[in-house]
């Protein structure tokens, strides 16, 4: 019974995390549909459990590298929900003072290194993040998290390459959509094993179920054990699925809704609600209580957000040059 009620608390963790992304993200589509958000907007709904239960599997002290589907890692490392949606709208009060928008959340003092808006441009600093770990004698473990697209980029050839030369901890998670922008992965690579992509590198090599939080959990903890242990790389691939649009303006042509639906029955929130339910049905109204919490929390971050003031002219040239 003890293990029962201590996975119960562990699960509706997972429940209320990946929650907080989805009804966030949401939140952020109805946002930008009203025109406070400019630029490119890049949402996460559907592979909420590779952050969350990656998450869960390393410390608070490890460092992450993003790539531009950033917002639920700004979450989960600490950025107030308020102050994500400031940066979506490009406000004073943003994580980065509304001057990076969607793509470049950071959070520093939180090991959150920063998304970013170049493919595979996350890969090498995470080797930077894993290399000042070595160089200070710590055992944090860097973790890059990056899609499909990247695999064919430099950047992701040079950054396996450099970690397996100087074995680095670091772990990199190749969250395969089956879709890089609007290019299935079967056309973009000829091996769609992306696996199989890192033993070239002679690198240790993992796959998961990126759509079951509880599949996370298990080989990201690991990957993490195995860096901090070995102080070498490994190269996870999690199968997931994006439910939306590769941005807020991508039309879905290039795949059925047939597709999109039957993607939908592996929802990962409507999975871990069932586990919870399994283990205990007095639990339904809980849940319900965490889902309204949540709808408030992302209905003040909007307000807060809509309501913040844009980076003063004054501020043009602020953060460029040290002072």
């Known amino acids: 019974m003890a293990d029962a009620r201590k996975s119960v608390e562990t699960y509706r963790r997972y429940f209320e995390e990946m929650t907080l992304i989805r009804r966030f993200e949401q939140k952020t589509a109805e946002v930008f549909q009203q025109g406070h958000i400019a630029g490119y907007c890049h949402l996460y709904i559907g592979q909420e459990a590779v952050a969350v239960g990656t998450n869960a599997s390393v410390r608070p002290t490890d460092p992450w590298a993003a790539g531009y589907r950033d917002h639920a890692i700004a979450l989960l490392k600490g950025c107030e929900p308020r102050r994500v949606m400031a940066e979506l709208c490009g406000r004073s009060t943003g994580v980065s003072k509304g001057r990076g928008g969607s793509m470049h959340m950071f959070n520093a003092a939180a090991g959150f290194y920063g998304g970013t808006g170049i493919v595979a441009g996350n890969l090498p600093i995470a080797c930077g993040l894993a290399f000042a770990s070595v160089y200070r004698g710590t055992d944090d473990v860097a973790i890059a998290i990056f899609g499909d697209g990247a695999i064919n980029e430099g950047a992701f050839h040079e950054a396996m390459n450099l970690a397996s030369l100087w074995q680095l901890p670091v772990i990199f998670l190749c969250e395969n959509n089956s ?85 939908k029955k592996k929802d990962p929130i409507e999975a871990i609600r069932a586990e919870i339910l399994a283990l205990d049905p007095s639990q339904e109204d809980l849940l319900r209580e965490i889902e309204k919490k949540i709808d408030g929390i992302v209905e003040d971050a909007a307000r807060f957000a809509i309501e913040s003031p844009e980076p003063p002219l004054s501020d043009l040239h602020a953060d460029i040059l040290k002072e």
């Open 179 to 263: 879709y890089g922008m609007g290019t299935p992965v079967d056309i973009a690579s000829t091996e769609t094993d992306l696996t199989r992509r890192a033993m070239g590198y002679k690198m240790r090599v993992d796959k998961m179920d990126g759509m079951d939080v509880l599949a996370v959990e298990e080989v990201m903890t690991r990957a993490a054990d195995y860096a901090r242990r070995e102080r070498k790389p490994t190269f996870v691939e999690a199968i997931t699925y994006r439910f939306v649009g590769h941005s807020m303006t991508d039309p879905q042509v290039y795949r059925a809704p047939q597709e999109i639906e039957a993607w």
